[in-house]
T-cell receptor, first 114, second 110 residues
Framework: DAGVIQSPRHEVTEMGQEVTLRCKPI?????LFWYRQTMMRGLELLIY????????DSGMPEDRFSAKMPNASFSTLKIQPSEPRDSAVYFC????????????FGPGTRLLVL | SQQGEEDPQALSIQEGENATMNCSYKTSINNLQWYRQNSGRGLVHLILIRSNEREKHSGRLRVTLDTSKKSSSLLITASRAADTASYFCATDAGGQNFVFGPGTRLSVLP
């Protein structure tokens, strides 16, 4: 298996632009997680899906952030409009099931908003 | 505040030495996991220990869990330069998701 795939790996954009991050989880995994990592705040859970259904989005910073999972093999995280404080590394992770299962992380998308 | 916090924040050792990192948490847990993150990469799962377990081993890794003290430790024996990374503990706090601590940065010097 190729593991969790994220694209793009790097994104540089200007403030106010829309940013879309993409994730393909490991086949057969039923849970998908979006995290944001910064030096100041560490690794933060933004949202997670179980069987393609958003379960908890309490970590989403504000309405500018939205996430979808239209099917078991694809998810997006969108920021519109983007702001410089959104600059971070965004990770997608998947696990076989919710709960006491290992999470498998993608390589991350490094986002810089100018 | 973080559910789990690693200690120390940073650790430098010589190759061949053992490295010990600790994780303390505040509320009762069902499970605790340790992950490794190499610079510029995603996190990699190392080991999961359940609340009814006291110790687990995986290769050169040894994890202990003391629920009475709400703490866990990760021991890496005979460290190698390739072990240089950040190490995170993640606790479920009785819920369905794992909350990650701020991590310990380990540097293994050749």
């Amino acid at each position: 298996d190729a593991g969790v795939i994220q694209s793009p790996r790097h994104e540089v954009t200007e403030m106010g632009q829309e940013v879309t991050l993409r994730c393909k989880p490991i086949s057969g995994h039923n849970s998908l997680f979006w995290y944001r990592q910064t030096m100041m705040r560490g690794l933060e859970l933004l949202i997670y899906f179980n069987n393609n259904v958003p379960i908890d989005d309490s970590g989403m910073p504000e309405d500018r952030f939205s996430a979808k999972m239209p099917n078991a093999s694809f998810s997006t995280l969108k920021i519109q409009p983007s702001e410089p404080r959104d600059s971070a590394v965004y990770f997608c992770a998947s696990s076989f099931r919710q709960g006491a299962w290992a999470q498998y992380f993608g390589p991350g998308t490094r986002l810089l908003v100018l | 505040s973080q559910q789990g916090e690693e200690d120390p924040q940073a650790l430098s050792i010589q190759e061949g030495e053992n490295a010990t990192m600790n994780c303390s948490y505040k509320t009762s847990i069902n499970n605790l996991q340790w992950y490794r993150q190499n610079s510029g990469r995603g996190l990699v799962h190392l080991i999961l220990i359940r609340s009814n377990e006291r110790e687990k081993h995986s290769g050169r890794l040894r994890v202990t869990l003391d629920t009475s003290k709400k703490s866990s430790s990760l021991l890496i024996t005979a460290s190698r330069a390739a072990d240089t990374a950040s190490y995170f503990c993640a606790t479920d706090a009785g819920g369905q998701n794992f909350v990650f601590g701020p991590g310990t940065r380990l540097s293994v010097l050749p």
